[in-house]
C-alpha cells in the first residue's frame, strides 16, 4: 500500500520562530499533495493544494506568506509555519495522491504548540 | 487506540441507486464523527458531521446517523447521481485529550449514468 510520512508528529516552539513540517510519500510519486489544519473541536480545513514544480494554490484565508509550501520533488512536500504564534497551535495534516483521480493517502499528522 | 474501518471499494452504483458506505469506529470518550469527501483533483471537503450520540448530520441528501450502540457512522443517499462519484472518508476526532482526527482508508463511489 501506498505510506505518506509526516515529521515530526508532533513540535514545540517557541513564539517568533518558524517550523517546518515535512510530508514524504515512501513508495510512490506524489503529483499533488494537500496540506490541512484541524482547529479545536472543529472539522479539517483544507489549507493548500500543492503540486510537484509549481506553486501551492492556497484557499482563501490563508496567508501564503505565513505558511509556506514547498514541493521541490515527487516525494516531498514542506510547510514552513513562519514567525509562529500561539494561535498557529494546531494540528497539521497531509495528504498525497498518485494522480488525478485517485484515492488520497493521509499522513498521520503534526501537533504544533507556540508558546 | 482510536481507529476508524470503512468498507473497501470501489462501490459501482447505477444513478438513482441507494447508497450505502458503511463506517464503524472504536474510540475511547466521545467522538466526532466526520464524513469527508475527495472530488477528482481536489482537496478534502467536509460532507456531514455528528458530534453526539443519535445526532444525523446531512448535507446534499447524504445522511449519516451517530449510532453509539453500534459504534457507527454509515453514509446514506436515497438517489445518487454521477456528479457524486468521488471518494469518500469516514473520520473521527476524539475532542478530549487530543484533537487528532483519524480517517478510514476511503471508499472510491463511481456512478454510472
Known amino acids: 500500500g501506498a505510506v505518506v510520512s509526516q515529521h515530526p508528529s508532533w513540535v514545540i516552539c517557541k513564539s517568533g520562530t518558524s517550523v517546518k513540517i515535512e510530508c514524504r510519500s515512501l513508495d510512490f510519486q506524489a503529483t499533488t499533495m494537500f496540506w490541512y489544519r484541524q482547529f479545536p473541536k472543529q472539522s479539517l480545513m483544507l489549507m493548500a493544494t500543492s503540486n510537484e514544480g509549481s506553486k501551492a494554490t492556497y484557499e482563501q484565508g490563508v496567508e501564503k506568506d505565513k505558511f509556506l509550501i514547498n514541493h521541490a520533488s515527487l516525494t516531498l512536500s514542506t510547510l514552513t509555519v513562519t514567525s509562529a504564534h500561539p494561535e498557529d497551535s494546531s494540528f497539521y495534516i497531509c495528504?498525497?495522491?498518485?494522480?488525478?483521480?485517485?484515492?488520497?493517502?493521509f499522513g498521520q499528522g503534526t501537533r504544533l504548540t507556540v508558546v | 487506540g482510536n481507529s476508524v474501518t470503512q468498507m473497501e471499494g470501489p462501490v459501482t452504483l447505477s444513478e438513482e441507486a441507494f447508497l450505502t458506505i458503511n463506517c464503524t469506529y472504536t474510540?475511547?470518550?466521545?467522538?466526532?464523527l466526520f464524513w469527508y469527501v475527495q472530488y477528482p483533483g481536489e482537496g478534502l471537503q467536509l460532507l456531514l458531521k455528528?458530534?453526539?450520540?443519535?445526532d444525523k448530520g446531512s448535507n446534499k441528501g447524504f445522511e449519516a446517523t451517530y449510532r453509539k450502540e453500534t459504534t457507527s457512522f454509515h453514509l446514506e443517499k436515497g438517489s445518487v447521481q454521477v456528479s457524486d462519484s468521488a471518494v469518500y472518508f469516514c473520520a473521527l476526532s476524539d475532542g478530549e485529550a487530543d484533537d487528532k482526527i483519524i480517517f478510514g482508508k476511503g471508499t472510491r463511489l463511481h456512478i454510472l449514468p
Open positions: 455528528a458530534t453526539k450520540a443519535d
Open positions: 474510540a475511547t470518550g466521545y467522538p466526532s
Open positions: 495528504s498525497a495522491t498518485k494522480g488525478w483521480n485517485t484515492e488520497a493517502f
